[in-house]
């Protein structure tokens, strides 16, 4: 690794209540792997991502 690479060091805490409401809501881990996903990209990248998640 090159030393001239310089790290941006950005975090996401992830909360036990997500993960509650994850097995609240029955997501297969499939939709818990895309929201996961989209916290990160949000967090990190300030992107929005579509989720479609419907358990009814």
């Given at each position: 690794?090159?030393?001239?690479?310089?790290?941006?060091v950005i975090s996401?805490?992830?909360?036990?209540?997500?993960?509650?409401?994850v097995k609240k809501?029955?997501?297969?881990?499939?939709?818990?792997?895309?929201?996961?996903?989209?916290?990160?990209?949000?967090?990190?990248?300030?992107?929005?991502?579509?989720l479609l998640v419907?358990?009814?």
């Amino acid at each position: 690794m090159n030393d001239d690479t310089k790290y941006k060091v950005i975090s996401l805490i992830f909360f036990k209540d997500w993960h509650e409401l994850v097995k609240k809501y029955k997501l297969t881990m499939e939709q818990y792997g895309a929201a996961v996903y989209a916290m990160c990209e949000y967090s990190y990248y300030n992107k929005d991502t579509e989720l479609l998640v419907c358990n009814a």
